[in-house]
């Protein structure tokens, strides 16, 4: 939530609790009042903390990141992994006139949030709905040659100035050494075109075709992990064996039960991979939802986000804290404890 927005509620708050409140009887009225002053306090309370997120850089835009994506869900352990993961960078890099800032870096080990705020020249008005790179984006490491960009994401809260905020995602996770070895990378961004849509049409405009490169630091103790299988685990799945026609433009996969093997399952603060194996050849399984149970019984959904012929990654909204956790569940009931 912004200031503007927490404001506009504010206000909206006022108007309606002083009606309500006139229109009862002492004793209601009373319990209204009540009423009102907690929620004033509270909403109060939100602005002071969106005010702290401010004064406290990478950090506190991170905080409000991950609030916005989970509102009222971050604990208090949450909160301070997260500034603990964060490092301001603020380094900047003009080319052909475009100001790329890399502000702050957060990372869990395997995937890395970076934010980023693009100027454009004087008079150069940034109000498309999305910003993206044109030949892709390179983070290289001597541990990890390169890793791709997985997804840019927009926050514009002015669309009629020449500046937005870029939230920048890499996923590290199918490679077989993640860069936080040597806790240094040079991350290159080739390239910015700017995307909207109109009507049903998806139109783009290049914005420049130059290459911005910047040096990444990361925590020293961010790369942790959690391996959850030490020898292979026996399971039976329907896995992809083929494709069969079913229109003119259309395919339908055929599935049949295969005895296979988990090979790996590695839980990171921001999500997991689990590693399979059927036969000689790699071949497409189902695993459905992945669930991490807390040693409070919390049960935290992680949602399958890319899938391939020998794994999948999951993802999580919020950090969790590897500390917490007791042990790792598929949707079919399979669980898998912390060795």
Known sequence: MTAWNLLRILNELDEDLIAEVADQPGPARKRLVN??????????????????????GGAGWFLQYFSDVAPGKLSAEQVEYIVA???????????????????????DGRDILIQFELTAPSGKILDADSYSDIRGTILESEAMPSAMCMEWSLQDDDRTDNRVKLLYSINTAWNNETPFSEQNCRLYVYGLEAVWREHM??????????CWSFDIHFPEDCNRSIAFIQEPVPITRQVTV??????????MAVTEPQEGQITALNLWALGAELSFRFGEKPKNAEFGDLYAVMKNREKITMNQ????????TYKVETPIILDQVDHLLLEDGTKFPIP
């Not at 049409?201 to 130059?210: D, Y």
Request: with cysteine.
């Open 35 to 56: 009423r009102s002053v907690l929620i004033a306090a509270a909403l109060i309370a939100c602005l002071l903390m969106i005010t702290a997120c401010t004064a406290m």
């Open 85 to 107: 993961n964060t490092l301001d960078v603020n380094k900047s890099q003009t080319v052909n006139g475009y100001t790329l800032t890399l502000q702050s870096v957060f990372s």
């Open 201 to 210: 049409e998806v139109c783009t405009e290049v914005l420049t075709e130059g």
């Open 242 to 251: 083929g494709y069969e026609r079913t229109g003119e433009n259309t395919m």
């Open 305 to 312: 986000s890319f899938g391939a012929p020998d794994f999948i």
